[in-house]
């Protein structure tokens, strides 16, 4: 017996002061939408920092600081959990997120591919994920900041199907979250 998860597909790229041109917003719901057209993949989401302005202090260069290891969602296409609305923010990504972090810290670029999701016993931390999702790909998006100043923003591709991405999957998902990095 299968048992189905009632999902919705939608698309939607929340407004980011760090990519603010609705050319740029274009770019990445195009790049979000292509994962999903080009893989197995059925979700793609991406996750981004959470940073806060510090009003105290406008011409230092801590204005957009990093929150504690907070992640938020800035995009989102394909098939998402039927306890989201039409807005990203609503989605919870847990407090402890240690695969999350250790994708996203500053200067990795390697991806971590999962694929068996229901046997990873940090399965709690994809709750923004659907649950029946078999397959988790996070890739770092290196975003520059200032020149020199650079984070990591994280892809993360999810699918229905155990072991479903081929080599060339994860190739062209790494190029598309590169390219993402380019427009953020």
Do not use: C, H
Not at 98 to 105: A, E, F, Q
Not at 118 to 125: C, H, S, T, V
Not at 162 to 173: E, L, Q, V
């Amino acid at each position: 017996t299968t048992t189905t998860t009632t999902t919705t597909a939608t698309t939607a790229i929340e407004k980011d002061e760090s990519s603010s041109s609705s050319s740029s917003q274009s770019l990445l719901s195009w790049a979000l939408q292509s994962l999903i057209t080009a893989t197995p993949a059925k979700t793609a989401i991406l996750i981004l920092p959470k940073t806060q302005d510090d009003d105290d202090d406008n011409d230092n260069k801590k204005d957009n600081k990093t929150i504690n290891n907070k992640w938020q969602i800035v995009g989102r296409v394909g098939v998402v959990p039927p306890t989201t609305t039409t807005t990203t923010t609503n989605m919870n990504i847990p407090e402890k997120s240690p695969i999350l972090d250790r994708v996203g810290s500053t200067g990795n670029v390697k991806e971590t591919y999962l694929p068996t999701l229901q046997a990873l016993p940090g399965r709690f931390e994809f709750t923004y994920l659907p649950s029946n999702t078999q397959l988790a790909l996070l890739i770092p998006i290196t975003i520059m900041e200032d020149g020199s100043n650079n984070k990591n923003g994280v892809l993360v591709v999810g699918s229905d199907t155990a072991k479903s991405f081929t080599p060339r999957d994860i190739a062209w998902s790494r190029i598309i979250a590169q390219r993402m990095g380019d427009y953020l």
